[in-house]
């Protein structure tokens, strides 16, 4: 039988293309999602600037990530994927 060696490297970098394209496809398939039900997000919090009236909204299985999004005649339109960690209404400020 052959034999398959992955060093600790390869191994790292498998875990984290897993990682990025799990999160690239949930975020993509939430926005489908969304397109669908535009008005299912919670409003955002900030009131000013370019992302004025934008609504936020889970990647359902990575919840630490939000898609912040507006609602647009035709469906959605996706304006950032932030990390919940970080303070939405100051990066989106």
């Known amino acids: 039988m052959a ?11 498998l875990i984290a293309h897993f990682v990025y394209l799990g999160e690239t ?3 993509e398939q939430a926005a ?11 409003p955002g919090k ?3 600037g370019k ?14 990530y939000l898609i912040v999004y507006r609602p647009i ?12 960690a970080q303070d939405y209404r100051r990066v989106l400020g």
């Open 46 to 48: 900030v009131r000013r």
């Open 32 to 42: 489908k999602s969304l397109a669908q039900m535009p008005e299912i997000g919670i």
């Open 73 to 84: 005649k035709e469906g959605v339109q996706v304006e950032r994927v932030v990390h919940a």
């Open 3 to 13: 034999r398959l060696l992955r060093r600790e490297a390869a191994k790292r970098d």
């Open 51 to 64: 992302y004025a009236g934008v609504r936020i909204w889970p990647v359902p299985g990575f919840d630490k």
């Open 25 to 27: 496809l949930a975020a």
